[in-house]
Each structure stands twice: as structure tokens, then as C-alpha cells.
């Protein structure tokens, strides 16, 4: 199983990006899937998670703006991205607890998309 990211970019101060991830190989069931982004020089941090009851937390610091959904008839979650400002500039990866069709239930992660925030 690997998980498959896009959507990141390049966007000026004010814009908006979508980010998508989507687990390939055969799932028996995914529970909570989330997002977290690292910048340069820093640790990394969660964003948003959503659980399989569609339970959803943020970080403060993307509250009102970040919008994080999923898709269970294509297994794929979301992070709707609003007013994005410098300080949203990271590398975002995707993280999903799954099971596989045949395997252990774990998390798995995503390659990382760049988001850039920039005039």
C-alpha cells in the first residue's frame, strides 16, 4: 500500500490549493486520516486529521481557514486550503491508519507535496 499525493503548488498570499491522497493496493478499511506539514528547520506538525465517523480537528493555527473531508467510496481525504499565508509554507504529508487486505493495521504516509506561499 502506498498513498498518493497532489495538489501542491505554488500560490500567491490570499489563495487557495487543494491537496488530495488516496491510498493505491487493496484496502480492507481505512479509520482516521489526517494531515501534517514540516518547514524548513522545523519539526514536523499535525494540520488536520478527520476520524472514519467524520470527526474533524485542527490546529489552531489554520482554524477557519483549513477544511479537511474525505471521500469513502474512493478512499481519499482532502485539505482544502483558504487565506493562505507565508507562514503555510511547507512540505504536506498525507497520513492515513489503514488496514490492508492482507497485512497489519498501521499508518502509513505519503510522499509530501510542497506548498508554497509566495508573491
Known amino acids: 500500500v502506498q498513498l498518493v499525493e497532489s495538489g501542491g503548488g505554488l500560490v500567491q498570499p490570499g489563495g487557495s490549493l487543494r491537496l488530495s491522497c488516496a491510498p493505491s493496493?487493496?484496502?480492507?478499511?481505512?479509520?482516521?486520516m489526517g494531515w501534517y506539514r514540516q518547514a524548513p528547520g522545523k519539526q514536523r506538525e499535525l494540520v488536520a486529521t478527520?476520524?472514519?465517523?467524520?470527526?474533524?480537528s485542527y490546529a489552531d493555527s489554520v482554524k477557519g481557514r483549513f477544511t479537511i473531508s474525505r471521500d469513502n467510496a474512493d478512499n481519499t481525504v482532502y485539505l482544502l486550503m483558504n487565506s493562505l499565508n507565508p507562514e503555510d509554507t511547507a512540505v504536506y504529508y498525507c497520513?492515513?491508519?489503514?488496514?490492508?487486505?492482507?497485512?497489519?493495521?498501521?499508518?502509513?504516509w505519503g510522499q509530501g507535496t510542497q506548498v508554497t506561499v509566495s508573491s
Open positions: 497520513n492515513v491508519d489503514l488496514k490492508p487486505e492482507w497485512g497489519v493495521r498501521r499508518d502509513y
Open positions: 493496493g487493496s484496502i480492507f478499511r481505512i479509520y482516521a
Open positions: 478527520i476520524t472514519s465517523g467524520d470527526s474533524t
